[in-house]
Nanobody
Framework: QLQLVESGGGLVQVGGSLRLSCAAS????????MGWFRQAPDKEREFVAA???????WYSNPVKGRFVVSRDNAESTMYLQMNNLKTEDLARYYC??????????????????WGQGTQVTVSA
């Protein structure tokens, strides 16, 4: 059974940085395409970033140029470096496994396994 555990969330001021981690177990991590999503209060879950098995990355427009997704297959971990954080980045952040390998998926329905999330709070 694949398990995902996010960590690294917290409280940060506008303009600050945070690094989220997503540790995976139960499957061969290098074969998985992974994604980050977020859900703000009273809003739908939205795509943030994703990374394929070959390291190819793609981002949503609101975070492009500020966030960087990466992976360490030896550690079975995916990361999300978040820089220049804004109040609109406040949300619970989730990592997930794409149903399709290197499918460039951006919809929650295209992801199969999810972690419990980690809270990111950005204060003005």
């Amino acid at each position: 059974q694949l398990q995902l555990v996010e960590s690294g969330g917290g409280l940060v001021q506008v303009g600050g940085s945070l690094r989220l981690s997503c540790a995976a177990s139960g499957r061969t991590f290098s074969t998985l395409s992974m994604g980050w999503f977020r859900q703000a209060p009273d809003k739908e879950r939205e795509f943030v970033a994703a990374i394929g098995t070959n390291g190819l990355t793609w981002y949503s427009n609101p975070v492009k140029g500020r966030f960087v997704v990466s992976r360490d297959n030896a550690e079975s971990t995916m990361y999300l470096q978040m820089n220049n954080l804004k109040t609109e980045d406040l949300a619970r952040y989730y990592c997930a496994v794409d149903k399709f390998q290197d499918g460039f998926s951006t919809k929650p329905s295209e992801y199969l396994y999810w972690g419990q999330g980690t809270q990111v709070t950005v204060s003005a």
